[in-house]
């Protein structure tokens, strides 16, 4: 697609936040529908054996991997010089970074991208997880936190297996990802016939995963097009609130798709649940909420285990995970092992009387 005209016209750093705003757009009003959510995912999975909404995940998973390998095999995306690939990848950082940041989305009810929905709905809980967790993130991105992150991230990377690149491990070809994400776009398919999911909800999260394709493609195709170079990426939750705050407080004045996504993101999702009626104010006030400590602690772990795993459920599940990365395969399965142990021991274990 030619940006030039749109860039003559508004500007590179414009057409970027308009880029993200329209995937955003797309990414709340498909969640906010379908409930895409990896917490609830795994968590009524494991707990209850309800495959629902793991149905609903599973189709942006596969979806996202299909559409993203079958774009790298004709040509029209090249992920070589992402930071994926380009440089060697913290392994540690992604398996413990992941661990910790599965406790607190279970702590915390709620991953980044589905608190950012919850907050456009009118959630105060998920707006409160938001700020500590937004903090917290910053910094261990760019401030007080970045020794506790480094000590931890230089432990085992990806030089020590020679290749960040699922299929180089496998000695496959590109064709090899196409197969995979064939693959799973059926057993996703087949997970929601077997659940009985509902269509609509499964559309939505199979559009969740076309937002995330999406990404990768505008981004690839932006940076070609503008004289100062920009990263080839997709759609992350964690950075982008990382890098809002940094905005506001004056450590940079570069704008761009992460700024637009949140924008994006948080009106689509509000717009959607004003549509179907389910905007409502929910406080911590109400009956049988957990704590708002659970909540600070749970988003503080978010915080710095999502920078340390470079991503959150999104940014590294589906984003990493649509390009096939080790490490970002690492930190999904981390993240869904802490949020399930974290649930079996804080909320699905028995209560004994004192």
């Not at 480094?150 to 496998?170: F, H, P, R, W």
């Not at 589906?318 to 690492?330: E, H, K, M, N, P």
């Amino acid at each position: 697609m030619d940006f030039v005209p749109l860039i003559d016209a508004i500007g590179e750093p414009a057409v970027a936040v308009l880029g993200g705003a329209v995937l955003g757009l797309v990414f709340g009003i498909a969640a906010q529908r379908s409930g895409f959510c990896t917490r609830a995912a795994v968590i009524h999975a494991t707990r209850d054996g309800n495959l629902r909404s793991l149905a609903v995940w599973a189709a942006g998973f596969a979806t996202a991997i299909f559409l993203v390998q079958l774009a790298i095999f004709s040509g029209n995306l090249s992920t070589v010089e992402t930071r994926f690939f380009s440089t060697a990848q913290s392994l540690s950082g992604a398996l413990i970074g992941g661990l910790l940041f599965g406790v607190g989305m279970a702590l915390a009810r709620g991953c980044v991208s589905r608190l950012t929905v919850l907050a456009a709905s009118g959630n105060m809980r998920a707006i409160f997880s938001l700020i500590v967790m937004t903090f917290v993130g910053w910094a261990t991105y760019a401030g007080v936190l970045i020794p506790a992150r480094d000590a931890v991230a230089t432990l085992y990377s990806t030089a020590s297996i020679g290749s960040n690149e699922v299929l180089a491990q496998l000695g496959a070809g590109r064709s090899g990802g196409v197969m995979i994400g064939a693959v799973l776009l059926a057993a996703a398919l087949g997970l929601a016939t077997l659940a009985r999911a509902s269509i609509g909800r499964v559309i939505g999260g199979a559009a969740v995963g076309i937002a995330v394709a999406g990404g990768w493609l505008f981004t690839y195709e932006l940076s070609s097009q503008v004289f100062d170079p920009i990263a080839i990426e997709s759609l992350s939750y964690i950075r982008p609130y990382a890098s809002t705050l940094m905005l506001a407080l004056g450590r940079t004045e570069t704008v761009g798709m992460d700024q637009g996504l949140l924008i994006g993101t948080l009106a689509g999702a509000a717009v959607a649940a004003i549509a179907s009626r389910e905007f409502r104010i929910a406080t911590f006030a109400e009956p049988g909420v957990p704590s708002i400590w659970r909540y600070a602690i749970g988003a503080a772990l978010m915080g710095f285990g999502g920078i340390l795993a470079v991503g959150c459920t999104v940014g590294a599940g589906l984003t990493g995970g649509s390009v096939l990365a080790v490490s970002s395969l690492i930190a999904l399965c981390a993240m869904a092992f802490g949020a399930a142990v974290t649930d079996r021991v804080v909320d699905a274990a028995p209560k004994t009387a004192n």
